[in-house]
């Protein structure tokens, strides 16, 4: 039953040209949030953050409608805010805080949806279950972002062995970060994957400048042919 609906959603956003998947990182702090709100603004699409772990300064829904400028609605209310910035299992036990697994669910939206993960595919949701355990859930497809520099490869590659052990889709890789000479030509030979974009290391982020990358490196097209509209 569960694969029939997640087969009549996938068949629905086809129909309608909308996109969703999951932006997920090798690691926290890889630039989760600027990817996102690169794709977010690119398509007009929706954002859900749907455990956002830490409160300090700016939440990563803040930051993307920051940056986006997209309209508020857009911006989906996450299921769980915790105070501290540490894995959300943690946090919520320190926030007294039981996880119903029924509010993450994905929301029902008309149009596209860009989802953000708490942290990388293997930290733990509750103490026996994962990131990448609700992704399966979840059943759409991954774009992960990794950096572009050394240490990369193999965080990355063991971020793709996990995924496809459990049969979960790539789109491809987001490269963030200042351009290395070979990492884009070992990460993409050795996983079979796509390269959805290759983002430079940008002093000034703002919205004008994720246009211009958006345009130059053509990702429109390229989301569309591996969605197969
Ligand atoms: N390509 C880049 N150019 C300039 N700054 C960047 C770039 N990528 C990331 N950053 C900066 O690095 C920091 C971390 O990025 P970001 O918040 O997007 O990471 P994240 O993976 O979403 O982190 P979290 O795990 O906390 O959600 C931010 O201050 C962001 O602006
Ligand atoms: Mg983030």
């Known amino acids: 039953m569960g694969n029939r609906n997640s087969n009549f959603k996938k068949i629905m956003s086809t129909i309608k040209n909308q996109f969703q998947f999951v932006i997920c990182g090798t690691d926290t702090d890889i630039g989760k949030t600027l990817i996102s709100s690169f794709f977010v603004r690119g398509l007009n699409s929706f954002y859900w953050k749907p455990i956002q772990s830490g409160i300090e300064s700016e939440t990563d829904s803040q930051a993307v409608l920051r940056l986006t400028k997209v309209n508020k609605a857009k911006i989906i209310n996450e299921a769980y805010i915790f105070r501290e910035p540490v894995s959300p299992h943690w946090a919520a036990e320190i926030d007294q805080k039981v996880i119903n697994f029924n509010l993450l669910n994905l929301p029902n939206v008309d149009g596209s949806l860009i989802v953000e993960t708490a942290g990388g595919l293997m930290v733990p949701i509750t103490r026996n279950y994962l990131q990448i355990d609700q992704i399966k859930q979840w059943g759409i497809p991954v774009i992960l972002v990794c950096k572009s520099g050394l240490g990369t490869l193999n965080h990355t590659f063991l971020s793709i062995e996990a995924l496809k052990k459990r049969n979960i889709q790539i789109l491809g890789l987001v490269i963030n970060g ?52």
């Open 178 to 229: 200042e351009k290395h000479l070979d990492n884009p030509r070992i990460l993409t030979e050795f996983s079979g994957l796509p390269i959805i974009a290759e983002f430079p290391y940008i002093q000034k982020i703002d919205s004008k400048n994720l246009d211009i990358l958006w345009e130059e490196q053509n990702i429109k097209k390229k989301l569309t042919s591996l969605f197969d509209f």
